[in-house]
T-cell receptor
């Protein structure tokens, strides 16, 4: 899967608790993305990063924060999880060599907030 | 935000027939488009891409057509096989080119 590892793969957490999802890549790619996937909505961009410590918001960033202190890791944090954040979360990476290039996806993390 | 939509949420085809999946996009500034395939329980998998300076691109059994005039994208799968059963998404790169915006997906079912 293009050298992308998401962890954990499954998590159940309680409302109001903090949760951190990790995306690790071995490709040294510049761009990393976090998406959520919900029925009827396809994939929606939460946050993305274009380099170490360089991040930006996507379509549905409220309630989420991210950090990228190393090229290989991109963390997604739910500061206080809510039931509306129950979803499948996908990380993606892209080389960003100057020309448009495709994004490669991880296997996903299924998060349930109860 | 971007609006990338698909005309049909589900599509059923006989094995061996050709499949056509359509997609409409809203941002005329998008200059790069991708089709992804997603099987159950897996992440989206790249199928084929096309840049806005092209109107057609062919891969192995797949062809993508781009009509910038009406902001329409289609994916054609030749001789559809059971292994092609999946959800297909189109994506565009939007204003900055750094983000990808996805449609809601079309579920393709191949009937043996």
């Amino acid at each position: 899967d293009a050298g992308i590892t998401q962890s954990p793969r499954h998590k159940v957490t309680e409302t109001g608790t903090p949760v951190t999802l990790r995306c690790h890549q071995t490709e040294n790619h510049r761009y990393m993305y976090w998406y959520r996937q919900d029925p009827g909505h396809g994939l929606r961009l939460i946050h993305y990063s274009y380099g170490v410590k360089d991040t930006d918001k996507g379509e549905v960033s409220d309630g989420y924060s991210v950090s990228r202190s190393k090229t290989e890791d991109f963390l997604l944090t739910l500061e206080s999880a809510t039931s509306s954040q129950t979803s499948v979360y996908f990380c993606a990476i892209r080389a960003g060599t100057g020309a448009n290039t495709e994004a490669f996806f991880g296997q996903g993390t299924r998060l349930t907030v109860v | 935000g971007e609006s990338v939509g698909l005309h049909l949420p589900t599509l059923s085809v006989q094995e061996g027939d050709n499949s056509i999946i359509n997609c409409a996009y809203s941002n005329s500034a998008s200059d790069y488009f991708i089709w992804y395939k997603q099987e159950s329980g897996k992440g989206p998998q790249f199928i084929i891409d096309i840049r806005s300076n092209m109107d057609k691109r062919q891969g192995q059994r797949v062809t993508v057509l781009l009509n910038k005039t009406v902001k329409h994208l289609s994916l054609q799968i030749a001789a559809t096989q059971p292994g092609d059963s999946a959800v297909y998404f189109c994506a565009e790169n939007g204003d900055t080119g750094n983000q990808f915006y996805f449609g809601t997906g079309t579920s393709l079912t191949v009937i043996p």
